[in-house]
């Protein structure tokens, strides 16, 4: 196939999601990450669930505290939220990649099957998100881990209220826990990098800009 006046095939953006628990440094680490692979001429799309939707909304009432939902609700609400966040026409994860936009999320579906994993079906949950035609598999998973109660010193130090998953250390470790559950469960059909974040910034993205130029 040629391409006049030497156009070449728009390059497909990659899709990177960081995930860990409350309080593990991921928006710093996405934003310094962004602003690395933007000196490097990369288009980067910087997005994070739950969205700025009306599904999105409601899921802050609930983690907020003001509404109650069950466990299987805030699932659903999530999947519901994903599907959005990949496919609509504005900003759509979907649609950013085909315009050859790399996009890294804060939290993806990992989160749903680690928090939501914890009270309700995980079967049932996996298979909805990972079965669902318009959820996208990312390119890479960034898991990155920090001791529990370090997190809850960070959350307790930086923020003036906490969300529902956040007031409890022993939610935190149960949390971590199906995290890594999770992982196991999908073993080599994702692709995932745990970290070590208990560590100097700079110094851990440093580690992170190394495992992501394995797919750019």
Same mark, same amino acid.
């Given at each position: 196939?040629?391409?006049?006046?030497?156009?070449?095939?728009? !390059?497909?953006?990659?899709?990177?999601?960081?995930?860990?628990? /409350?309080?593990?440094? +991921?928006?710093?680490?996405?934003?310094?990450?962004?602003? *690395?692979?933007?000196?490097?001429?990369? +288009?980067?799309?910087?997005?994070?669930?739950?969205?700025?939707?009306?599904?999105?909304?409601?899921? *802050?009432?609930?983690?907020?505290?003001?509404?109650?939902?069950?466990?299987?609700?805030?699932?659903?609400?999530?999947?519901? /939220? *994903? &599907?959005?966040?990949?496919?609509?026409?504005?900003?759509?994860?979907?649609?950013?990649?085909?315009?050859?936009?790399?996009?890294?999320?804060?939290? %993806?579906? %990992?989160?749903?099957?680690? %928090?939501?994993?914890?009270?309700? /079906?995980?079967?049932?949950?996996?298979?909805?998100?990972?079965?669902?035609? @318009? &959820?996208? !598999?990312?390119?890479?998973?960034?898991?990155?881990?920090?001791?529990?109660?370090?997190?809850?010193? *960070?959350?307790?130090?930086?923020?003036?209220? !906490?969300?529902?998953?956040? =007031?409890?250390? @022993?939610?935190?470790?149960?949390?971590?826990? !199906?995290?890594?559950?999770?992982?196991?469960?999908?073993? =080599?059909?994702?692709?995932?990098?745990?970290?070590?974040?208990?560590?100097?910034?700079?110094?851990?993205?440093? +580690?992170? %800009?190394?495992?992501? +130029? =394995?797919?750019?």
């Amino acid at each position: 196939m040629t391409f006049p006046f030497n156009e070449q095939p728009l !390059k497909k953006g990659a899709f990177i999601v960081f995930e860990g628990l /409350d309080g593990s440094g +991921k928006g710093t680490q996405i934003q310094l990450l962004a602003s *690395r692979l933007r000196q490097e001429n990369i +288009k980067v799309s910087c997005s994070a669930e739950p969205t700025q939707s009306s599904t999105g909304g409601l899921i *802050r009432d609930v983690l907020a505290g003001d509404i109650k939902r069950s466990p299987a609700e805030l699932g659903a609400l999530f999947l519901t /939220d *994903r &599907i959005h966040h990949n496919i609509n026409s504005s900003n759509g994860i979907k649609m950013c990649l085909e315009n050859g936009i790399t996009v890294i999320c804060d939290r %993806y579906y %990992y989160s749903s099957f680690a %928090y939501q994993g914890t009270e309700c /079906d995980l079967e049932w949950l996996m298979a909805a998100n990972l079965n669902c035609p @318009d &959820i996208i !598999k990312p390119d890479l998973c960034i898991f990155l881990d920090v001791p529990p109660n370090e997190c809850s010193d *960070r959350i307790s130090n930086n923020r003036s209220s !906490k969300e529902i998953f956040e =007031k409890s250390i @022993d939610t935190l470790k149960a949390v971590r826990s !199906k995290f890594f559950e999770v992982f196991s469960l999908l073993d =080599k059909s994702e692709n995932i990098a745990v970290l070590n974040a208990d560590t100097p910034v700079s110094e851990l993205s440093d +580690k992170i %800009y190394e495992v992501v +130029k =394995k797919i750019l």
